[in-house]
């Protein structure tokens, strides 16, 4: 298995940092047998890629095998974000028969992450999560590692997350603040109840917490003034 440098974009400051590790706790009080998780979003932009990333980070970081996996086939940007300098094979790759999967697996210079990037985007990616590789691979993994973690496209824009949280354990929904309307959320809930997966909770993303009185006015009396913006 190739091993690759993973380079965060963004130093995480305080605020983000403890974020992360309180997110990384109440997953992991959802109990042991929540191990295949996925994450979405109601509209593109609202930082679950960034979430769902950096919270495969903490775990891995407290000592849990990790495996995240970018099944966002139509539009990933993990592989630009992170700085990944060389071409590297992904899930569509795998799930088209191209390459087996210990050829698109890398490990990565944080201890106990493996990760899985998306690959080129395929004509068919919805047929592709859906088929039955997808669906026995994860079945497989979950005797490996302790978490999966599966970055998908937004869900009120495509209905690649609705297949593949039939084979999750639970789902994460990210909000990006301001940015999409209380009954275009509530829509995205829906649908994904529908699919019979365990919502697990939402994450509420791009809090300006310099412009919101409460967390400007908690952070800044017991920890000071931080200068980095935490998604």
Request: net charge positive; proline share 3%; with cysteine.
């Given at each position: ?104 697996m890398y490990g990565t210079n944080v201890d106990n992450l ?11 990616p919805t047929e592709l999560l859906g088929n039955k590789v997808f669906k ?96």
């Amino acid at each position: 298995m190739q091993t690759i440098n993973i380079e965060r974009l963004i130093k995480l400051d305080y605020r983000a940092n403890e974020s992360y590790k309180n997110l990384r706790t109440n997953i992991q009080l959802c109990g042991s047998d929540i191990k295949t998780i996925m994450f979405t979003s109601t509209t593109p932009g609202e930082g679950k890629s960034t979430v769902s990333f950096n919270l495969a980070v903490s775990l891995a970081e407290a000592g849990k095998k990790v495996i995240f996996i970018d099944a966002d086939l139509r539009k990933s940007v993990l592989v630009g974000r992170y700085k990944i300098n060389k071409s590297v094979k992904g899930l569509t790759h795998f799930l088209s028969g191209i390459n087996k999967f210990e050829d698109v697996m890398y490990g990565t210079n944080v201890d106990n992450l493996n990760v899985v990037f998306s690959g080129p985007v395929p004509p068919n990616p919805t047929e592709l999560l859906g088929n039955k590789v997808f669906k026995t691979l994860l079945k497989v993994l979950r005797d490996l590692y302790d978490y999966i973690i599966i970055d998908t496209p937004p869900i009120g824009s495509v209905i690649d997350s609705a297949i593949v949280a039939t084979e999750c354990d639970g789902t994460v929904v990210v909000v990006g603040s301001n940015m999409v309307g209380y009954k275009y959320a509530q829509k995205a809930v829906e649908q994904l109840k529908k699919t019979g997966t365990t919502i697990l909770g939402a994450v509420l993303n791009k809090v300006d917490v310099n412009d919101n009185k409460y967390y400007g006015k908690y952070y800044g009396k017991y920890y000071g003034k931080y200068t980095d913006a935490a998604e």
